[in-house]
């Protein structure tokens, strides 16, 4: 079933995870479901939030994984030009490996260890974790496919 999002828990995450400030998710609306959390610039009447038939309020932004919150590639692509933080801008030799291999190990001091945001010449390319000096795409299947095709590295 689907409900409004505990909105400050949303921001907050946001903010302190990339730096997203509360000013650029003015407008938007949050809405929560047992796996994801959707954001739409349409505010659902309550009365929706009982049926059945609404299970996409919006655009996906995070999915709820192991208790944590992993942001959609979509989502970044929208709303990660406003991060700060956690932020790891490839080269094209490191952006080669990351695609071919699926992860690159190296070091990306003043990076938090957990969800990132992944870029290549300042464009935003997804998302991607990093832990313990490895960083691993978590880009969609077709997504990484099309990059691997673009002729970018």
């Not at 406003?82 to 990076?111: C, W, Y």
């Amino acid at each position: 079933m689907i409900e409004r999002a505990d909105r400050e828990k949303i921001t907050g995450f946001l903010k302190d995870r990339f730096g997203i400030e509360e000013e650029h998710l003015e407008g938007y609306h949050f809405y929560e479901g047992r796996r994801s959390v959707w954001f739409s610039t349409v505010e659902m009447d309550p009365e929706f939030f009982g049926m059945k038939k609404v299970e996409f309020p919006g655009i996906r932004a995070l999915r709820k994984i192991n208790g944590h919150y992993k942001p959609t590639t979509f989502f970044l692509q929208i709303l990660g030009a406003h991060a700060t933080r956690n932020l790891i801008d490839l080269g094209r030799e490191e952006l080669r490996e990351l695609l071919e291999e699926g992860r690159l190990a190296k070091d990306f001091p003043g990076v938090d260890e957990g969800y990132v945001i992944i870029t290549y010449g300042g464009e935003i390319l997804g998302c991607g974790l990093y832990s313990r000096g490895r960083l691993k795409a978590q880009f969609p299947r077709g997504r990484t496919e099309a990059l691997g095709l673009s002729g970018l590295y």
